[in-house]
């Protein structure tokens, strides 16, 4: 999973035409630190997929800006646009997370 460090890396990974799959997570959340345990399992699954993850404690307001309320949460953009969210609450298992993926990309 590459590591997005500034706005302009993320700005342009989501303008991909194919769908990319982004983390959101911070270095001090436990719920982060668990899905850490089980996303490499779901990553082989999803692996014709690009996984990017953003701290959102180091890219100031892009939370923010995509609705990220709670952490960890995956979204999935496509040509710039936010094509899904999976909100913190439902990102606790490994099943929920590969439930989620199948839903929005099949």
Known sequence: MEHLATEEQFNEIIQSEEPVIVKFFADWCPDCKRMDMFIGDVMEEFNNYK??????????????????????????????????????????????VTEFLHQQLG
């Open 51 to 96: 996984w990017y993850q953003v701290n959102s404690d180091e890219i100031k307001g892009i939370a923010q800006q995509y609705e990220v309320m709670g952490i960890p949460s995956i979204l999935i953009f496509q040509n710039g646009e936010k094509k899904a969210h999976q909100h913190s609450a439902y990102t606790k298992s490994p099943e929920s």
